[in-house]
């Protein structure tokens, strides 16, 4: 069994804070990560792949994923974006390619990765979204699993708490 670690929760108030909670993330990154978006249907996983695409250097719009099931957006470091949401059998992820995404050349991006964890090369950091009581408001769960992101987990930490601490996410 992989280990996993919660680390940490914040709230964000509007769309524009989930993509500032994202970018200010996106500091953390490196080449061959693995980002698994999981939560509630409509809680701003694409939102947070934008704000992550955006911070690193991807200069086109990101779009859900969900009928192509896999985006590619270059940028500093290429974002493969997947959604694995309409999956019906756990084989089906290896018709998607998902091990060779995973490389040193960029970071992949997974909604509703967490329907496919078993078949998750290596270990990743779990961003699980979702919604509060007014329309825009998010809660935002960070948790390890593996040890891909051991290291940087006081770094995610300050991220939460700095993200706490703004009004305006």
Same mark, same amino acid.
């Given at each position: 069994m992989v280990e996993s670690r919660p680390l940490a929760a914040v709230s964000t108030t509007?769309?524009?804070g989930t993509r500032r909670l994202a970018a200010a993330l996106a500091d953390l990154v490196r080449p061959g990560d693995l980002i698994v978006l999981c939560g509630d249907l409509g809680a701003g996983k694409t939102a947070f792949t934008q704000g992550l695409g955006a911070a690193?250097? $991807?200069?086109v719009p990101i779009t859900s994923p969900t009928?192509?099931?896999a985006n590619r957006y270059p940028?500093?470091?290429t974002v493969h974006h997947l959604d694995v949401y309409r999956l019906v059998h756990i084989d089906e992820v290896a018709d998607l390619g998902l091990h060779e995404l995973v490389d040193d050349a960029s970071v992949t991006v997974v909604e509703w990765g967490d329907a496919i964890a078993g078949a998750l090369p290596g270990g990743f950091l779990e961003?699980?979204?979702l919604l509060g009581d007014r329309p825009d408001d998010?809660? $935002?769960e960070f948790r390890t699993v593996g040890t891909e992101w051991a290291d940087r987990e006081p770094a995610v930490l300050a991220v939460a708490s700095r993200a706490a601490g703004e009004?305006?996410?």
């Open positions: 509007s769309v524009d690193l250097g $991807v200069e009928f192509t099931l940028g500093a470091l961003v699980r979204l998010r809660q $935002v009004k305006s996410c």
